[in-house]
């Protein structure tokens, strides 16, 4: 069974700064992907960056960056100069291979509040 | 509106009641997904088709819910005999395959109220 954990219910940062937010994950799979996905209160799920199991570097996309330490099974999400926009639900999510192939098991999620 | 597509947006019920929602995924995309996200929750996974294969039902819940898709365009969810603990907002996502990275786009949801 595959499973992600996401210990920060919530997290507050400043306009500006960097801002980390944490997943594990635990899967016997070996072939495994990782997605982070924003969603703000509008409710709508924005997808921003994409970790393959099998990938050399850390995946990168503009102001996000994946800290991917595969012997750990985290999948941490590094936002760089935080926006004000930036405030919502961050999700964690992992797409197995074999029989969970297809669909993504997320996280609880971390509320993001950027302070001005 | 290239986007995913649900419908109803909201849909108030009885409990007993049927009921019936729609997603129209992106043209071409042959996978699609269905999930359940409750109040302040993470997305819990429901089913998936991809392409004529049978799909994945590992993630229904109970016997009430099943799900139709038509090819690769339409699907829909029902629940029949609605319960008060299935109000939850439904999405519905798709992407082109089920292969390596294939980012799932999601539809706006349908925001089901069991009263």
Redo the contacts between chains.
């Keep these: 069974a595959q499973k992600i954990t996401q210990t920060q219910p919530g997290m507050f940062v400043q306009e500006k700064e960097a801002v980390t937010l944490d997943c594990t994950y635990d899967t016997s799979d070996p072939s495994y992907g990782l997605f982070w996905y924003k969603q703000p209160s509008s409710g709508e799920m924005i997808f921003l960056i994409y970790q393959g199991s099998y990938d050399q570097q850390n995946a990168t996309e503009g102001r996000y960056s994946l800290n991917f330490q595969k012997a750990r099974k985290s999948a941490n999400l590094v936002i760089s100069a935080s926006q004000l926009g930036d405030s919502a639900m961050y999700f964690c999510a992992m797409r197995g291979g074999g029989t969970s192939y297809g669909k993504l098991t997320f996280g609880q999620g971390t509320i993001l509040t950027v302070h001005p | 509106g290239a986007g995913v597509s649900q419908s109803p947006s909201n849909k108030v019920t009885e409990k007993g009641k049927d009921v019936e929602l729609r997603c129209d995924p992106i043209s071409g995309h042959t ?1 699609l ?1 269905w ?1 359940r996200q409750r109040l302040g ?5 429901l089913i ?1 088709f ?1 392409g004529n294969s049978a799909p ?1 039902k ?2 229904l819940p109970s016997d009430r819910f099943s799900a139709e898709r038509t090819g690769e365009s339409v699907s829909t969810l029902t629940i029949q005999r609605t319960q008060q603990e299935d109000s939850a ?1 439904y ?1 519905c ?1 798709s992407s082109l395959t ?1 292969g ?2 294939n ?4 539809g ?2 349908t925001r089901l109220t069991v009263l």
Aim: charged share 15%.
């Design positions: 996978a997904y999930y929750q993470g997305l819990e996974f998936y991809q994945d590992s993630g907002v999405l996502a089920s390596r990275m980012e799932q786009f999601f706006p949801g």
